[in-house]
């Protein structure tokens, strides 16, 4: 019962901050798995390939209702997300078979730094939202190239690449509205291959926890969904109610703190 109210704790707060501070819930749910699952004793030696593997699974749900509404918004440019997809397809597959290399610990201390690039950035964010583009978009080839380093890089720290994909496109001209919503219809390919990437390399390793499939723990992703998508809303009202730029800046210090924690675990 313990276990089921940290996961929808987890869910929620995913859910919630994604919407208050615009940063993918990936950033969220993998460092708290990380020491939910070390508390707990699940995964053994591959307790932050779970993590990783787990958080991937979650964002499938979460970015397709994200997508779904940004769509509908008109927040959406499909002929840049599909020059993108098939290189993020490829790289999220890639970072999961590199992940299958890497040990438990070396794993959750790339994440760490991550975890600190992602603090440092909120820290430092100003009250311009935007960046006026210097050069155009690169063509379909360089589109394809930049969206395997996107999805090699998050499938690999376990997000839906938001906080890569979004500076990305903002310093290329899209006004910050439809950078946003691109980069969430992005972020479901990378959840989808990234996922499927860990549940083949963790297949059959030993340690792993019952109801898990690979390196993706089914108890934890459907509790966190039941929280995370009901919820994901009201972070999108608060952010119009609480003052956004003091929060952003102490959730940062709170992710250097959590990044020094996992680095040195």
């Known amino acids: 019962m313990i276990e089921l109210i940290a996961y929808l704790a987890i869910g929620a707060l995913s859910g ?4 208050l501070f615009g940063v993918g819930g990936g950033a969220v749910m993998v460092p708290a798995l990380m020491l939910l699952f070390g508390a707990l004793g699940i995964g053994g030696d591959w307790m932050a390939h ?14 397709a209702a994200s997508t779904l509404a940004h769509h509908r918004r ?12 098939p290189g993020i397809v490829v790289g999220a597959l890639a970072g999961a078979v590199l ?15 991550f975890l600190a690039y992602v603090g440092m950035r909120l820290l430092m964010t100003s009250a311009k939202t935007a960046v006026s583009a210097a050069h155009p978009l690169p063509g379909r080839l360089g589109l394809a190239g930049v969206g395997s380093g996107i999805g090699i890089l998050s499938s690999l720290v376990g997000i839906g690449g938001g906080t890569l994909t979004v500076p990305f496109l903002s310093r290329h001209g899209l006004e910050m509205r439809q950078a946003v919503g691109t980069s969430a219809a992005c972020g479901l390919p990378i959840a989808l291959a990234g ?6 390399v963790g297949w059959g390793r030993d340690g792993l926890p019952g109801f898990s499939t690979g390196f993706v723990y089914w108890p934890a992703v459907l509790a966190m969904l039941v929280a ?11 952010a119009h109610a609480l003052p956004v730029a003091l929060l952003k800046r102490l959730f940062g210090i709170l992710l250097l703190l959590i990044a020094a924690r996992l680095a040195f675990a």
């Open 99 to 113: 992940a299958g290399w890497i040990s438990g610990p070396w794993l959750q201390r790339i994440f760490a730094v």
């Open 195 to 200: 996922a499927l990437g860990f549940i083949v």
């Open 228 to 238: 995370s998508m009901p919820i994901a809303p009201l972070g999108a009202r608060l």
């Open 50 to 63: 779970l993590a990783v593997g787990t958080s991937l699974a979650t964002i499938i749900g979460t970015g």
């Open 74 to 85: 008109g927040g959406v440019r499909w002929d840049i997300v599909r020059p993108l997809a």
């Open 16 to 19: 919630v901050l994604a919407g």
